[in-house]
């Protein structure tokens, strides 16, 4: 009898959680070793309905429970660590970690709450198990408790689908319409614009478009840019909030000989955003992100085979390799109030890139593209053989097997059926017959 796992996670929304979620959910079912049920959560403001647009998904249906009635064998959550909580009889964490150099002190004590802490990168497991944190009482500022980090944490990368994201065919079209796009060479940037102001927030989305104006303003031939992004949904008002940010920073610009930026706003199937990544028009990635996780839109972008640009920092060094792909340095900078929030605390650091470095590095990749292109191949090679998800399936495999204790099922008492007595007329029982003793009268 197997071992009952109950994840609870947003296995049907559009976000990198959700992702992350259904990949792990996939590799767990894979393992074929548990009962898996999915207890679906929501992530934030993120659109629901992510498996009835992608129906190679719809397997996962007949595992999703509303409730449990029953203390589970095993249990794990996909969320961030502060929303932790022991249910099980042992209990898995999995998280994306932090994008800064500091976390919240309530973020080490849900780590601590589970039996272990799965994270995406080396740089989230280095910072949760470097910061210590003192409790002070209200009244007399004495310290009354340190909080650092007791449980183990483990790193599992996220794992590329490389059946899904690959180069396609050469009788493969794209389904993607990007006929509005005039020009022949486009960067594309994915990720959601977060709060904060320009060139505070964590994507960096603001000053990636300065840089990018900057960069090829008066220039005879431009590239484009074409923005995949959104503002957590893919409402009209949030359309039009970024179409607002954008026309902002193009106003600082001085000059009306500027390039062109194009938005893409709206949810994609898996399928679709491979042939975004492959589509002809679409020739390089760039991103200026101050920290991530794991960064899991350049994982899958990197299989494309296209030139990347990004910064030298955080959970997505774990897999891009300085020398096929363009990592720009810079320096650690306080996280700004206008982006700052309960997780991402005013205290930590992120990376502010060299931004001269990035508009040469643009240059240099739409002027001189064939070297940047060949680098790229080689970046692809290494994500699909080192970070698809069959990898990352087996490594989860390994690490439960050694980890999880053997979880003893209760089993059933059967017992043998039993002959009923006196009512068949094809048998007669006879019972004995009991001679008494004769009583004695007492007077």
């Given at each position: 009898?197997?071992?009952?796992?109950?994840?609870?996670?947003?296995?049907?929304?559009?976000?990198?959680?959700?992702?992350?979620?259904?990949?792990?959910?996939?590799?767990?079912?894979?393992?074929?070793?548990?009962?898996?049920?999915?207890?679906?959560?929501?992530?934030?403001?993120?659109?629901?309905?992510?498996?009835?647009?992608?129906?190679?998904?719809?397997?996962?249906?007949?595992?999703?429970?509303?409730?449990?009635?029953?203390?589970?064998?095993?249990?794990?959550?996909?969320?961030?660590?502060?929303?932790?909580?022991?249910?099980?009889?042992?209990?898995?964490?999995?998280?994306?970690?932090?994008?800064?150099?500091?976390?919240?002190?309530?973020?080490?004590?849900?780590?601590?709450?589970?039996?272990?802490?799965?994270?995406?990168?080396?740089?989230?497991?280095?910072?949760?198990?470097?910061?210590?944190?003192?409790?002070?009482?209200?009244?007399?500022?004495?310290?009354?408790?340190?909080?650092?980090?007791?449980?183990?944490?483990?790193?599992?990368?996220?794992?590329?689908?490389?059946?899904?994201?690959?180069?396609?065919?050469?009788?493969?079209?794209?389904?993607?319409?990007?006929?509005?796009?005039?020009?022949?060479?486009?960067?594309?940037?994915?990720?959601?614009?977060?709060?904060?102001?320009?060139?505070?927030?964590?994507?960096?989305?603001?000053?990636?478009?300065?840089?990018?104006?900057?960069?090829?303003?008066?220039?005879?031939?431009?590239?484009?840019?074409?923005?995949?992004?959104?503002?957590?949904?893919?409402?009209?008002?949030?359309?039009?909030?970024?179409?607002?940010?954008?026309?902002?920073?193009?106003?600082?610009?001085?000059?009306?000989?500027?390039?062109?930026?194009?938005?893409?706003?709206?949810?994609?199937?898996?399928?679709e955003m491979n042939e975004l990544y492959n589509h002809p028009k679409v020739k390089a990635m760039v991103s200026l992100t101050k920290g991530e996780?794991?960064?899991?839109?350049?994982?899958?972008?990197?299989?494309?085979?296209?030139?990347?640009?990004?910064?030298?920092?955080?959970?997505?060094?774990?897999?891009?390799?300085?020398?096929?792909?363009?990592?720009?340095?810079?320096?650690?900078?306080?996280?700004?109030?206008?982006?700052?929030?309960?997780?991402?605390?005013?205290?930590?650091?992120?990376?502010?890139?060299?931004?001269?470095?990035?508009?040469?590095?643009?240059?240099?990749?739409?002027e001189k593209y064939k070297p940047y292109k060949d680098r790229a191949k080689r970046q692809a090679y290494k994500s699909r053989t080192e970070f698809?998800?069959?990898?990352?399936?087996?490594?989860?495999?390994?690490?439960?097997?050694?980890?999880?204790?053997?979880?003893?099922?209760?089993?059933?008492?059967?017992?043998?059926?039993?002959?009923?007595?006196?009512?068949?007329?094809?048998?007669?029982?006879?019972?004995?017959?009991?001679?008494?003793?004769?009583?004695?009268?007492?007077?």
């Open positions: 009898m197997k071992n009952t796992f109950v994840i609870s996670c947003p296995i049907d929304c559009y976000s990198g959680y959700s992702a992350r979620s259904r990949d792990l959910v996939k590799a767990i079912i894979a393992l074929d070793k548990y009962d898996v049920k999915i207890l679906p959560q929501r992530w934030g403001s993120t659109p629901w309905g992510f498996i009835e647009d992608n129906p190679e998904w719809s397997f996962l249906t007949k595992h999703i429970v509303h409730n449990i009635t029953e203390k589970p064998d095993i249990w794990a959550q996909v969320t961030i660590p502060n929303e932790f909580q022991p249910i099980g009889k042992y209990n898995i964490g999995f998280t994306a970690g932090i994008e800064s150099t500091v976390c919240a002190p309530d973020w080490i004590e849900g780590l601590n709450r589970m039996d272990v802490t799965f994270v995406s990168s080396k740089h989230s497991k280095d910072v949760f198990e470097q910061v210590n944190f003192e409790k002070k009482d209200q009244n007399t500022k004495q310290t009354i408790a340190k909080i650092s980090l007791q449980k183990p944490v483990e790193v599992l990368f996220e794992g590329v689908d490389i059946e899904t994201y690959r180069p396609l065919k050469d009788n493969e079209k794209p389904s993607i319409n990007l006929s509005d796009i005039k020009e022949s060479f486009a960067f594309l940037h994915c990720g959601m614009w977060l709060p904060g102001d320009i060139g505070e927030d964590r994507k960096n989305i603001g000053m990636m478009l300065k840089v990018f104006y900057e960069t090829f303003k008066n220039k005879a031939k431009k590239p484009a840019l074409l923005l995949k992004v959104s503002q957590g949904t893919s409402s009209y008002m949030g359309r039009d909030a970024i179409l607002k940010k954008i026309e902002t920073i193009k106003k600082t610009v001085k000059s009306k000989n500027i390039p062109n930026v194009y938005l893409l706003n709206g949810d994609l199937t898996d399928k996780g794991f960064g899991r839109p350049l994982l899958e972008f990197t299989t494309s085979q296209k030139p990347l640009l990004t910064t030298n920092w955080s959970g997505h060094t774990d897999f891009l390799n300085p020398e096929f792909t363009s990592l720009i340095g810079g320096e650690l900078t306080p996280i700004h109030p206008s982006a700052a929030n309960k997780w991402l605390i005013k205290e930590g650091q992120w990376m502010t890139v060299d931004y001269p470095q990035v508009g040469a590095h643009m240059r240099d990749i739409f698809s998800w069959e990898a990352m399936k087996d490594h989860l495999g390994e690490r439960l097997e050694a980890l999880v204790p053997k979880i003893a099922k209760t089993v059933g008492l059967q017992l043998p059926k039993l002959k009923k007595v006196g009512d068949s007329k094809d048998s007669k029982v006879e019972l004995p017959k009991l001679k008494l003793p004769k009583l004695k009268k007492i007077e």
